[in-house]
């Protein structure tokens, strides 16, 4: 048993955390995952446990539970911490493959963390092939998708192991000091056309229902997709001046398109909500982030075409700052008044201003190892919400793009076709270029 650091501190959550703590409710579940699959020879739990023990005073919000009251939540050292009761064995009667992983992926993920202890566990799973996959959930109120890969890098990997985060190629994990700010000789009524833009663009509402609209159940579908990462951000380059992300929009949007038409009928199009992290160097914060959202032509069968149509509404969003604006815009106004704030919050997440959220967070650019077994895959799983029935998370590793797609499976039946369909697009855009 360890105990870190000073026990009667309390840190109270900050408005995103609690935000987010908010979101958990008799169906959903707030937290974040990651899925490493360890090739070779798997180390067992006991060393795992080790590992972490011997680094956990490097990430002390891992030590951290919920204290407080529900009005005034706090962070505090819990102090009787223990890696063993954070990293365990799954409860699976044989080894698995990797089909029967995504279900017991899918079963763990739907499971609830204990709040009487830190906010986060790895379960071990063992596979046929003789590694092991380790489903690593952390609430989102703890971490979000860059703090949890920070906390990867932090507690798992070697460390001969490459460090390094893949931002050069993936621009949705860009920080916000990359950014051009607005400068200081912008006139008041720049700014004020400028929030209006924005305001217009963020709060429109799809002339079409989504099709991932629905009382959200218990349970959840888990799919995996991993698409070829240089040479989709070349041939999106090389075809319309494109991003790795507008990449990524497009061939999931590809994917989403050939489900809905098979299981909806010929769709227009959807507005897709892309995270955007706004953490600095050096930052502790556990959730910095903001979005944009835009618009997906789902009727263009042409891969080729629909990058080039996301292309052009992501750099309209990037030019004016989109994603900075509606972060300063939420909170200010929770600080003006928290009742306008919670409103604009829940017009925001409603299924008429977006359908889907699509997130990318930087992994590892080389390959890595955990105690000298090399890491074979890393997918990232996120929470679904209320009348938002798919999730797709996407994770840049050692030369590729993993993707994890998780939905509510009475609503999106065979979320695996998807995540086939997305590796087909992604197939197509790089044959085209």
Known sequence: MRQHGAMHEEIPLTGEDRAILALEGPTLVGHTCKVVVLAGEAPPTAALAERVSARIAQAPALTRRLGGTVAE?????????????????????????????????????????????????????????????????????????????????????????????????????????????????????????????????????????????????????????????VELHDAAKALAGATLNDALLSVVSGGLRRWIERHHGPVGSVRVKVPVSLHHEGEDAGNRDSFFSVSVPLAEPNAVARLRAVRAATAVRKAEHDAEAMDTLLRRLREVSPELGRFCERVERSPRTFAVNISNVPGPREPVSVLGAPVGSLHSIAEIAEHHALRVAAVSFAGSLCLGFCADPEIVQDVRSMAEGTEIEATALIAAA
Request: glycine content about 4%; charged content about 35%.
């Open 73 to 229: 939540p706090v962070w505090i050292e819990d102090a009787e911490f223990d890696p063993r009761a954070h990293v365990l064995d799954a409860h699976v009667a044989a080894p698995l493959d990797r089909s029967k992983l995504r279900v017991e992926v899918a079963r763990l993920f739907a499971e609830r963390l204990d709040r009487d202890r830190p906010l986060w566990r790895i379960d071990r799973v063992q596979l046929r092939d003789g590694g092991c996959a380790l489903v690593w959930r952390i609430h989102h109120a703890l971490a979000d998708g860059s703090t949890a890969m920070r906390y990867a890098r932090t507690l798992l990997w070697d460390a001969s192991s490459d460090h390094r985060d893949d931002r050069s190629q993936v621009d949705g994990g860009r920080r916000a000091a990359d950014q051009r700010a607005m400068t200081n000789e912008q006139d008041q009524v720049r700014r004020r056309a400028h929030l209006a833009r924005c305001f217009a663009r963020e709060f429109a509402r799809s002339v079409r229902d989504s099709p991932f609209d629905g009382r959200i159940g218990a349970r959840r579908e888990i799919a995996f997709a991993t698409v070829p990462l």
